[in-house]
């Protein structure tokens, strides 16, 4: 048996060498034999590290290879610092057993020639029959195209394994870094024939991989190569698709769980990411094809992919076209407090200033005046919800305006009576609410015939000089419970409904604040649909049974008809199994939704939390030095119409009609206290359509046969 080259020279080299390896650090310490060794050393070590730092296989062939230079220098190290040749010899020992184990193993020559060894006592195989000419065509799955040699096992395995689909295998390409990753360029074994048999069970089978790791592809037809149903892409990607399910990407993780089919998002494409550490909260845009339309949310869906809860207020999602933006707050912005400053509320040159900060983090803005003259005000909060703070709020804007503010309250009210101290006009009860709406009917009368500088009359307008008066804006607290009072109700709600149709032309805006708008409460269609379309609603803390109600009277779709607010912002506190367990109470509900709710801009509401008003510490802060008053003209056209005076004092004699003693035939249909005529014209009949609830028609009843 004949010994390879290879083999020879490796066998002579290790005798040769051996003496030479225990001889020089003895007889030659200093010998650059000695240096040379350990330089061969050394090498092998770097070549040890690359081996075990390669993701390609025949590591440990590598590291085989270089361990008799790494050996030798590591016997001449110990020679070297041995006396003499060592106890025993063991110099000469080490390096003859270093020559036995080389000649052993030879690890250069055998394992170069790894893919062309002899097998060992193999039989030689008998001769096939030859039942065709000597010059067959190669099999189909290994053309004769000089494929390399990754190709050419691909094809081997997939012969093997049958040729799933009718194909064959044109090209296979491994993924760098991925051993067991490739891509495979297929096509049909017979011409002319498309693929429709292969799926990814089949592919999945001939690789013994899950058929989520198999992604079949189109070929799309390219300059110089064929495409069609007559090709096939495959992607086999088992390393990839444990890594991205370990540790995927912020792209992989999006497709996966947000974007995928039946995902919170579907369709969406991930972006970016932005982290702003300020504010604390993270950021994630996404983009959903334009051939897909509006991107459908689930937010519940989505608030548990983010590990959060949806009503606890830290995921806000806007929609802008085609583009996602997620919002993920480290805690609820809607749980925060903003505190109220001068420069807040002081509003800009197109009457806007901040009112508070969206779920989003922008600051949402309310307005004085719109391009159709003052702006009206609507205000929606039960007992409790920051109504008054609200007002508060708007009441410094207008001020900080320059406007003429009045305030007139149901009832009797802390904050209120400290918001009327900043105010021109100040009152409570339904008396005093119909007289100030009596000279607000008035001023429009009297706005319209004041001349401008240039001697004409115009609609009120902040941006044309020469306005021979200021804006004005009345608020009205609790103002369906002022509506419904028996001896003034009617025309207070008549009043109202004319000053919201007509003030904003003169500079008047009334801005309403209560616990409903629904008008089977006693609001009046036309009145609900002038303040709507002349200001921005805000709506706080209104009880999730009456959220849709609520939203379709202001005019809100359905589809845009928001979910209720949670009860609280406050996460839920940890540990409830063990105070179960141990019999312990739950701590009490932090109640922070106190001035969190929405305000209608837009056709869809967008939840806020408003700024916070410190009362206690006081106002002065808030409010300009001055207090901006009705000209003398006004107050002397008032006067002139009886209607300028302490609005707080008892009903003057006539001032709601005739009284009784006046009647000499003592009719019994002589008009009562709140009809017939009234100063400043108009008719405070109560009007067919003011009756809108069984509570006010018995009301009726009753003051018509004086029940």
């Known amino acids: 048996m004949s010994v390879p080259r290879s083999v020879a020279l490796e066998r002579t080299l290790y005798t040769l060498a051996a003496p030479v390896l225990a001889a020089a650090p003895n007889l030659y310490p200093d010998s650059p034999v000695n240096t040379v060794v350990q330089l061969a050393g050394a090498a092998g070590v770097g070549g040890w590290v690359l081996a075990y730092k390669s993701d390609k296989p025949g590591a440990g062939r590598k590291i085989l290879r270089w361990s008799p230079l790494v050996t030798a220098a590591a ?7 041995t006396i003499g040749w060592g106890p025993w010899c063991v110099d000469a020992l080490l390096a003859a057993g270093w020559a036995a184990a080389g000649l052993l193993v030879m690890p250069f020559s055998k394992h170069s020639r790894r893919n062309h060894r002899p097998a060992l006592a193999a039989p030689a195989p008998a001769p096939a029959p030859q039942l065709q000419p000597a010059a067959s065509e190669p099999s189909p799955a290994q053309p ?27 090209k296979a390409t491994p993924h760098e870094g991925m051993p067991n990753d490739l891509s495979l360029l297929l096509r049909a074994s017979e011409a002319g024939r498309p693929i429709s048999g292969l799926t990814d069970a089949d592919v999945a089978a001939a690789f013994s991989v899950d058929v989520t790791d198999v992604h079949i592809e189109e070929v799309v037809r390219q300059y110089g190569r064929e495409g069609g149903p007559a090709w ?6 088992p390393d990839a698709n444990e890594r991205r399910r ?20 579907p369709g969406s494409e991930f972006v970016k990411e932005v982290r702003d550490k300020q504010r604390k909260v993270t950021h994630y845009i996404a983009q959903v094809p334009d051939e897909m339309g509006e991107p459908r949310v689930n937010l519940h869906a989505l608030a548990a992919t983010l590990k959060t809860k949806y009503d606890e207020g830290r995921l806000f999602v806007t ?15 809607l749980a925060q407090v903003f505190p109220a400053t001068r420069e807040l509320l002081t509003p800009d040159k197109n009457g806007r200033w901040v009112t508070g900060y969206l779920g989003n983090g922008q600051p949402a803005r309310n307005r004085v005046y719109t391009d159709r003259g003052a702006a009206h005000g609507l205000f929606v909060a039960p007992s409790g919800g920051g109504k008054t703070q609200l007002m508060g709020l708007h009441v410094a804007a207008d001020a900080l305006f320059g406007a003429v503010v009045w305030l007139a309250a149901e009832a009797p009210d802390e904050k ?20 100030l709406l009596r000279a607000l009917d008035a001023l429009m009368e009297i706005r319209g015939e004041m001349p401008w500088e240039d001697g004409k009359v115009y609609d009120w307008d902040p941006g044309l000089p020469g306005c021979p008066y200021r804006m004005l804006s009345a608020y009205l607290d609790e103002f369906l419970s002022a509506a419904r009072n028996g001896d003034y109700g009617a025309e207070i709600m008549d009043l109202a409904e004319r000053v919201s149709v007509k003030g904003r032309k003169y500079g008047i805006g009334i801005k309403v604040a209560g616990q409903s708008i629904y008008v089977q409460d006693g609001f009046t269609q036309l009145l609900c649909e002038n303040l709507r379309e002349n200001c921005i609603p ?14 379709t009277a202001l005019g809100i779709s359905s589809e845009n008809i928001p979910d209720p607010l949670p009860r609280s912002f406050s996460p839920a506190e940890a540990g409830r199994i063990e105070r179960v367990m141990r019999g312990q109470p739950e701590p009490p509900a932090n109640s922070n939704t106190g001035g969190a709710g929405w305000i209608v801009e837009a056709k869809q509401p967008e939840v806020l939390r408003t700024l916070f008003m410190d009362f206690k510490a006081g106002l002065d802060d808030y409010f300009p030095d001055t207090i901006a008053t009705l000209t003398d003209h006004e ?4 006067q002139a119409r009886d209607l300028w005076f302490d609005w707080t004092e008892p009903p003057r004699p006539g001032e709601f009609g005739p009284e009784p003693g006046d009647d000499e035939d003592g009719d019994d249909d002589a008009p009562k206290k709140g009809g017939g005529k009234r100063r400043g014209g108009g008719n405070s009949a109560t009007r067919r359509d003011a009756v809108t609830s069984p509570r006010q028609a018995l009301e009726a009843i009753k003051n018509l046969t004086n029940a």
Request: proline residues 5%; glycine residues 8%.
């Open 246 to 265: 370990r540790a995927p990407t912020a792209r992989e993780w999006w497709a996966d769980r947000i974007g995928a089919a039946g995902g919170p998002v």
């Open 319 to 333: 929609v802008d076209g085609s583009q996602v933006l997620v919002s993920l707050w480290d805690s609820s912005p």
């Open 232 to 237: 096939k892409h495959v992607h086999v990607t």
């Open 538 to 551: 805000v709506v706080l803390k209104v009880a999730p049974k009456k959220v849709t109600n609520m939203f």
């Open 416 to 435: 209120a009576a400290t918001l009327g101290g900043y105010t021109d006009r100040y009152g409570v009860g339904s008396l005093y609410m119909i007289r």
């Open 635 to 638: 107050i002397r056209e008032l």
């Open 144 to 170: 004769d195209d000089d494929a390399d040699p990754f190709t050419r096992q691909v094809r081997w395995l997939w012969q093997n394994r049958g040729l799933p689909g009718r194909t064959i295998v044109v």
């Open 75 to 81: 016997i001449d190290v110990a020679a070297r610092h």
